[in-house]
């Protein structure tokens, strides 16, 4: 399996683009913190997936688009495919917390492995897992920065826009 990369800039900064014939395996953040040395095994050259995922991913960030028709190739454990599968079913401009998306998994027990899984998540943005908060309303982790998430969240509506009354 060949794997292509390209980079795609978007409003929260460059966005790492990883697909094969099979699907898009991944969506990183690029953080000069955290290199992308998995790119030195890959081929630096778009293909038609990810040139339909910066597309799509540029018509979410110009607020076209509130859903994603993209194939799919994450990779990961069984668990962590339910919860990233479960993950696309929150709509756009909603949030629920990490208790609710155990809930919806089937395992209200096991918040910490969901929030885990959550946490590992591939294809962040298009398996919307910007959109799972803490269960009193707090932003928590993302792989992205919470300044992203936030960014996310108040662009899809989740989040009220502060207003400067006295500016």
């Not at 038609?48 to 990961?76: K, M, N, S």
């Not at 919470?146 to 009220?160: F, I, N, V």
Request: glycine share 10%; with cysteine; proline share 9%.
């Amino acid at each position: 399996m060949t794997i292509r990369y390209a980079h795609v800039p978007s409003p929260v900064g460059p966005l790492l683009l990883a697909a094969s014939d099979e699907g898009l395996h991944l969506i990183e953040f690029q953080n000069p913190r955290h290199p992308m040395a998995h790119c030195a095994q890959w081929e630096a050259r778009e293909c038609d997936v990810i040139r339909l995922a910066a597309h799509q991913l540029g018509e979410y960030f110009d607020g076209a688009r509130h859903a994603f028709d993209l194939p799919l190739a994450p990779r990961g454990t069984p668990f962590q495919l339910s919860v990233w599968h479960t993950l696309d079913s929150i709509p756009y401009g909603a949030t629920i917390s990490y208790a609710q998306l155990a809930q919806r998994v089937g395992r209200p027990s096991a918040m910490r492995a969901v929030g885990a899984a959550n946490g590992r998540n591939p294809l962040p943005i298009v398996l919307p897992c910007h959109r799972v908060i803490g269960s009193d309303g707090s932003l928590t982790g993302f792989g992205g920065g919470l300044p992203t998430k936030e960014y996310l969240l108040r662009m899809e509506g989740a989040l009220p826009v502060a207003v400067d009354l006295f500016g």
